[in-house]
Structures are given as structure tokens and as C-alpha cells.
């Protein structure tokens, strides 16, 4: 069996290890003729990824990975994924800042709490038998961390 398209491919955009034009030239390379690229949240490495794809024949569409909930009396879904294919660019960016400003409060909140943790000295005493592989942590900020997972190097 051939595969020939790919629906949900992830870039450095949000949880993925390549920037949007090497994930295509991945795909082309391993001979798909299109993908998605539905990174979490954000359409922001789209415009990237169909540039490239135009320039060697792999059809990017546009999608987006959104984190969902569910509850009413009898069910609860805590977290489910809802994936959008071939969006309008356009259309999704008032939707997307929400999501991008919704993000940014969890992972300021994550930063937090890693930070009360660092500053109360309960790192160096959970880590004495020297189990986890960060050595040496220091309070952050959210700017960082965003910064940090930003860069496309």
C-alpha cells in the first residue's frame, strides 16, 4: 500500500521537531504528494510550509489541532482533539489569538508552578539521588519559554 497524503503533521510551530519547509521536504523525500500541517493551536507555520510544497510539487493544506472539552450530566471528556483541514487563513486568525492568549495563561501557570517549586529548594531535595536529568534549574519566564520554543534554528 502507498500512502500518498498525510493529514497531521506537526512542525516546530507548536510540538514538532522541524520547521514547516523541512517537514515538506521530508514528505517529498519519502515521496507523499501532500500533507496537512495541523500543529497545535496555531496556523502560523502554514504560509511556510505551502511556499516550499509549491516549490517542489508536495500540496500543503492548511489545518490546526485544537484541544476540546466535553461535559453535560452524563459525560466528560476532559480533553479531546478537533482537527481542522484546509482552513481559510483569514478567517481563523481572531479564533486563533483566542487560542494563542488561552495558551499563553496555561503555560504562564505551568511556569508558576515550576518556579514555586525551583524557589522553595524542593527540586535540589527531590533531586539529591540526582534522577532527573535537569542539573541546574532557574526561575523563568513565560516570555522565555515562549522565546525558546519560537526559535527555528
Not at 15 to 31: C, F, L, M, T, Y
Not at 74 to 103: C, W
Request: aromatic share 8%.
Amino acid at each position: 500500500m502507498t500512502i500518498i497524503e498525510d493529514d497531521q503533521v506537526h512542525s516546530k510551530a507548536s510540538d514538532g521537531n522541524w520547521r514547516p519547509s523541512r517537514i515538506v521536504e521530508e514528505a517529498k523525500q519519502r515521496g507523499l504528494q501532500a500533507i496537512a500541517l495541523t500543529d497545535h493551536d496555531t496556523t502560523f507555520g502554514v504560509p511556510e510550509a505551502q511556499e516550499t510544497g509549491r516549490k517542489i510539487g508536495v500540496n500543503v493544506h492548511s489545518g490546526i489541532e485544537v484541544n476540546s472539552f466535553y461535559h453535560d450530566q452524563h459525560i466528560t471528556l476532559d480533553s479531546f482533539d478537533i482537527l481542522g483541514l484546509k482552513i481559510d487563513l483569514e478567517l481563523i486568525q481572531p479564533f486563533e489569538k483566542k487560542l494563542a492568549t488561552n495558551r499563553y495563561q496555561a503555560l504562564n501557570g505551568i511556569v508558576d508552578k515550576f518556579n514555586q517549586y525551583v524557589s522553595l529548594g524542593r527540586f535540589a531535595k527531590d533531586n539529591d539521588e540526582k534522577r532527573y536529568p535537569l542539573q541546574d534549574p532557574k526561575i523563568i519566564s513565560i516570555d522565555d519559554l515562549i522565546a525558546w520554543k519560537c526559535k527555528w534554528n
